[in-house]
């Protein structure tokens, strides 16, 4: 479905975070089988198992872990060693569809925790080195849901949003020391995403109109498509963009 360009990550260390599954696996996979050296990170460690079995041959380093953790971190910069040369921040949880009036502080607080924080600690942890190599990428995994509020509840959609916000801050203050950092909006894709829909009022008010716009739902591999040329030197002239890949669902 997409072709690999040989040798592109060649002598570059990237972290993928989510490496596990869906759309850090096939970023993971990618980046891999076009040279580069993947730290692929996961709370599910028999995913990371089950991708280190399909890469066998390959340049990949598995840490187990919540990225929210700091432990987790320190994990992942420790098996990083001295040089990171791309970061791909891709774990993410939905939330259930809760609007504003319903959303509990456990749902917002986790959503929060996992689609933001831990994405802006692992970016923050990596920043130093890139800085003194004066190069580095930044590659935040956003959604639809940064771009418009019917693609699922209040938390989620905040969390897309602050993060694609962070992505900005990232480009604008560190653009001058050579980092660049940009994000993906994906629509649908195929992937093991949990998506319970657990309000009857979000269902009334999203069914219709999402029934009506969605385009059809997209392979993983089309957002690592996205996410790998965002994280190599093709896209040298971007930074702070949020892309969409989503069919021209955010033009409906
Ligand atoms: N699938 C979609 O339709 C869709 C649409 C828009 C955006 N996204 C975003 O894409 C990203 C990847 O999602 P996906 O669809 O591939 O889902 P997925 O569930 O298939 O994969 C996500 C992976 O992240 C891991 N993960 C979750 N929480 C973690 C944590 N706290 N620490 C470490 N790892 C954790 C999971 O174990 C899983 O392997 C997410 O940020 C998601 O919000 C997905």
Redesign the pocket.
């Known amino acids: 479905m997409t072709d690999t360009t040989a040798g592109r990550f060649t002598g570059r260390t990237i972290i993928v ?2 490496a ?5 696996r096939a970023t993971a996979t990618r980046i891999a089988n076009e040279g580069g050296r993947v730290i692929g ?4 460690a028999e ?1 990371l198992d089950a991708l280190r079995t399909e890469l066998d041959g390959l340049d990949l380093e598995t840490v187990v872990g ?3 953790a700091p432990e987790t971190i320190a994990a992942i910069l420790a098996a990083a060693g001295d040089r990171v040369d791309g970061l791909a921040n ?5 939330d259930a569809f809760l609007p504003p009036s319903e959303v509990d502080d456990a749902t917002w607080d986790r959503v929060f925790s ?2 933001v924080t ?1 994405p802006m600690r692992l970016t923050r942890a990596v920043l130093p080195l890139m800085i003194a190599a004066g190069r580095g990428v930044v590659v935040n ?1 956003a ?2 849901a940064a771009l418009r509020a019917s693609a699922a509840g209040a938390a989620y959609t905040a969390s897309k949003h602050a993060i694609a916000g962070f992505t900005k801050s990232v480009a604008f203050f560190h653009g001058p020391q050579g980092i660049r950092a940009n994000a993906v909006a ?4 195929a ?3 949990e998506a319970p829909m657990r309000s009857e009022y979000a269902a009334g008010r999203v069914g219709p109109i999402m029934q009506t716009t969605i385009p059809p739902v997209a392979q ?1 591999e089309q957002l690592a498509a996205a996410i790998t040329w965002l994280l190599s030197d093709d896209s040298a002239n971007v930074n702070g963009a949020v892309l969409p890949s989503d069919g021209g669902w955010s033009v409906v």
């Open positions: 975070t989510g596990g599954s869906g759309i850090g990170t996961d709370v599910v995913r919540d990225v929210t891709v774990a993410g949880i939905m996992v689609n831990g995994v959604s639809e994906p629509g649908a894709v992937t093991n995403i993983p």
